[in-house]
């Protein structure tokens, strides 16, 4: 599973780069500023969760909980919902198809399992590591 949250969050963490450059630079002369900054929300969002996913991963090494895997789970679905969702809206808004609001339902879904994924990886954690105390020496 720790690979996998690994290789998930590099992918995603490119193609937040890619999509992220591609707006800045191509995308701009083709939409409003209201609509750019849409994108890198987007964007924003993915990266930082990609990162997420990739702590995830880290922490999953010592916090083998279903929870965790849930955490990570829930940020790959988050970022296909929340980021997915806003770049789906504003490539149909290009193409003329802005009568499609389920799209505009779909971004604060994912907003919502961003949100259940940070408690997801909250609730993972112990509160406290239980260490045993170092046997002490008769030196």
């Not at 490119?14 to 999509?19: D, G, H, N």
């Not at 802005?98 to 799209?103: F, G, P, Q, S, T």
């Amino acid at each position: 599973m720790q690979r996998t949250f690994f290789r998930t969050a590099a992918i995603l963490a490119m193609i937040s780069v890619m999509l992220g450059a591609f707006g800045a630079h191509a995308l701009k002369e083709h939409l409003t500023e209201q609509s750019l900054a849409s994108f890198q929300t987007a964007t924003t969002y993915m990266m930082s969760h990609a990162v997420a996913l990739f702590i995830v991963g880290m922490m999953y090494r010592h916090y083998k909980k279903k929870a965790m895997v849930w955490s990570g789970n829930f940020f790959v679905m988050g970022i296909i919902m929340f980021s997915g969702s806003i770049y789906l809206r504003l490539a149909l808004s290009y193409l003329g198809y802005d009568k499609l609001a389920i799209v505009n339902f779909i971004t604060p879904i994912g907003g919502l399992v961003f949100i259940l994924g940070w408690l997801l990886l909250f609730v993972s954690i112990p509160p406290r590591e239980q260490h045993q105390k170092p046997a002490q020496s008769d030196d």
